[in-house]
């Protein structure tokens, strides 16, 4: 690995201190020859301990320095509750690692500049979707910046290979390639991909994978009550108590993981064409997106919410495919504003090892009119007018068929 394939003088990389980004530091400066290696790390909630001692370990690894940045707020507010409001899911997958590689990226080019970097790097595969999730937000906000993928160039064809370079550089590592699972954790997610979850045919290993949440299994057997309040299609309150974006995702990551609500065995499919096999935890997102739908039901008429479910599937789609920052998410962003206006009131939830069950909706914009709808004595809905209307409805239906008697 002594083969220079490049003049770059200082490449910013992001650091998550793991093993792929851990290695690639000194791959860089070996590969890179005397190019100076600043690691960037940002914090969008993976907790667990991940960031502590994490200067110590960049810079002995070769690093220059180590930005740790905060972008947990950032993120919630300007990538997780857009993507909320808009109602979108990906296959049943909540996004959470397509919604932080844009802020993640949009940082990492921020420091670029800031330090005068001629080029970034990151530590995604080439099999990955966050390759171009990452590149593509790099040339929105640097489109003539150079980006190194080391995956893609060098020789290392696996994790086993990955070990025993770091081990070669004298890193060290606190896990082995045989029981480590290929793991993503932010705020609103965990994900694992790898190892025993490549056989289609082995159930997950839920007490081995499981960190954010119980299994429902291993849930409590009495339920919870827990309400959430929304204002315009954010989430503002949980039982009652006002919090902050950040705040608010960490409580009900808690109560749901406690009551094995979240997770998601998934075969999906990726954007790169193969399919691949992740188990997530999202317990405070699977949460949130139920109350918000919940919510909508009540809100929205049929025409709206009917048109919302086809643009929340493109909505998805663009997240996925790393298009955040796209004049079409951007325009339908200004859709989902507008269906969010109504969107405000309570929801009450029972949480019961890993179920979701609805047990009250209160708002002040609720379509929904019991005078209406009940079986009982009513004087707001003539029963008789519905002849007339289904005869108009089904007209096309009835000339159809006679034509075709006719002939």
């Known amino acids: 690995m002594s083969n220079v394939k490049g003049n770059y003088k200082k490449i910013v990389l992001a650091y998550s201190g793991g093993l792929d980004t851990s290695v690639i530091i000194p791959w860089l400066k070996e590969n890179y020859a005397g190019c100076e290696v600043i690691a960037v790390a940002a914090d969008v909630g993976q907790g667990g301990g991940e960031l502590e001692g994490l200067e110590a370990k960049a810079l002995a690894t070769g690093a220059s320095k180590l930005y740790i940045e ?120 965990l994900s694992h991909e790898g190892l025993d979850l490549e056989d289609l045919e082995n159930e997950p290993k839920y007490d081995d994978l499981l960190q954010l949440m119980k299994s429902p299994m291993k849930a409590p057997d009495a339920s919870t009550m827990v309400t959430v309040s929304f204002e315009k299609g954010i989430p503002v309150a949980v039982d009652g108590e006002k919090l902050d974006g950040v705040a608010l995702i960490d409580k009900l990551n808690k109560l749901g993981g406690e009551n094995g609500i979240g997770i998601l065995d ?44 086809l643009v929340a599937q493109k909505y998805a789609e663009l997240v996925y495919d790393g298009q955040w920052y796209t004049p079409l998410r951007k325009a339908l962003d200004a859709f989902v504003d507008v269906t969010q206006q109504t969107v405000t009131g309570d929801v009450t939830l029972r949480l019961y090892k890993g179920n979701i069950l609805t047990a009250g909706i209160r708002s002040p914009y609720s379509l929904y009119d019991e005078r209406v709808v009940t079986f009982g004595k009513d004087t707001d809905y003539d029963q008789s007018d519905a002849k007339g209307f289904i005869n108009l409805f089904g007209l096309p239906i009835q000339v159809r068929a006679k034509l075709q008697i006719d002939n």
Request: charged letters at 30%; hydrophobic letters at 40%; proline letters at 4%.
């Open 266 to 309: 998934l075969l999906e499919n990726r954007l790169v064409g193969m399919k691949c096999r992740g188990v997530y935890e999202t317990p405070g997102g699977d949460i949130l997106h139920r109350a918000h739908k919940e919510l909508e039901r009540a809100t929205l008429d049929r025409s709206m919410a009917h048109y919302k479910a």
């Open 70 to 189: 905060d972008m947990r707020a950032e993120f919630v507010n300007d990538f997780i509750f857009p993507t909320l409001k808009a109602g979108a899911i990906y296959e049943d997958y909540l996004l959470g690692t397509a919604m932080a590689r844009p802020v993640i990226a949009k940082r990492l080019v921020e420091i670029a500049k800031k330090e005068g970097a001629d080029a970034v790097a990151h530590g995604c595969t080439g099999k990955g979707n966050d390759q171009v999730r990452f590149e593509l937000t790099i040339k929105h906000f640097a489109p003539d910046l150079a980006v190194v993928a080391p995956w893609r160039e060098w020789e290392m064809e696996g994790r086993e290979d990955e070990i025993a370079y770091a081990e070669a550089k004298n890193i060290p590592l606190q896990f082995s390639a045989d029981k480590s699972y290929s793991m993503d954790r932010n705020l609103w997610h």
